[in-house]
């Protein structure tokens, strides 16, 4: 019988680390995990949805989902992060200036929204959101602080977060009762028409002293 005193022990893992033969480590892997837990969270909403499911879809291990993104709560904002991307908007609606920052901003919000593939996702943040603390928390986050105040930052202008909380609420109301609640004629109204009636304002929240 072979002595096996001197073969290699195996590695231990650290608490939250997939094993070597379940890892798939790669930035590919992470975008294929975001991508599952968009597509999850959209169809089952935030409650409904587990870490063990979206790592189902996604065909990895559950260890290597929290080894990646941590918490649910965390992968729940990683997942819609892909539809809001804060770090390439901002620049775009600050542009050169404050003049047409509204329109820049209205413009873009709307868009995200009439794309399907972005809106289904943003419909699930905002349903969770009015039931559940976690979901509000990400949508707080993503909207209020990584996206307008630092819109409302860059122009240099008095009180920015309270600005940008009126600009998020204008927004958020419309998104609510256009695509959630569905309200007509809002609903069905040209988004042209809403950017040229809801550009002054925003332009007024973010810019006049």
């Known amino acids: 019988m072979s002595d096996t005193s001197d073969a290699p022990k195996p590695r231990r893992r650290g608490p939250g680390r997939p094993r070597q033969d379940e890892a798939d480590d790669g930035p590919g892997t992470q ?10 969270f959209a169809e089952r ?7 063990r499911g979206i790592a189902k879809v996604a065909g990895v291990d559950p260890a290597l989902v929290h080894h990646y993104f ?7 904002a990683a997942a819609i992060e892909v ?4 770090a390439l908007v901002v620049p775009a609606v ?5 003049d047409g920052v509204g329109e820049r901003l209205a413009r873009y919000f709307l868009g995200v929204w009439e794309n399907p593939v972005t809106r289904v996702p943003l419909l699930a943040v905002i349903r969770s959101a009015l039931t559940h603390e ?3 928390k990400v949508l707080r986050e993503l909207v209020l602080r990584r996206l307008l105040a630092r819109v409302a930052a860059d122009l240099d202008v008095p009180d920015p977060t309270f600005r ?3 600009a998020a609420s204008h927004m958020v109301g419309i998104a609510i009762l256009r695509y959630v609640v569905q309200v007509e004629p809002l609903a069905s109204a040209d988004p042209e028409k809403i950017v040229a009636l809801v550009a002054p304002t925003l332009q007024r929240y973010l810019t006049e002293e």
């Open 45 to 51: 909403g935030y409650d409904k949805t587990s870490v």
């Open 94 to 98: 600050i542009g050169e200036g404050p």
């Open 31 to 40: 975008e294929r995990i975001r991508l599952a837990a968009r597509e999850v």
């Open 134 to 136: 976690a979901a509000a």
């Open 70 to 76: 941590g918490s649910k709560d965390d992968l729940f």
């Open 83 to 86: 539809s809001i991307e804060p």
């Open 164 to 166: 940008a909380e009126l």
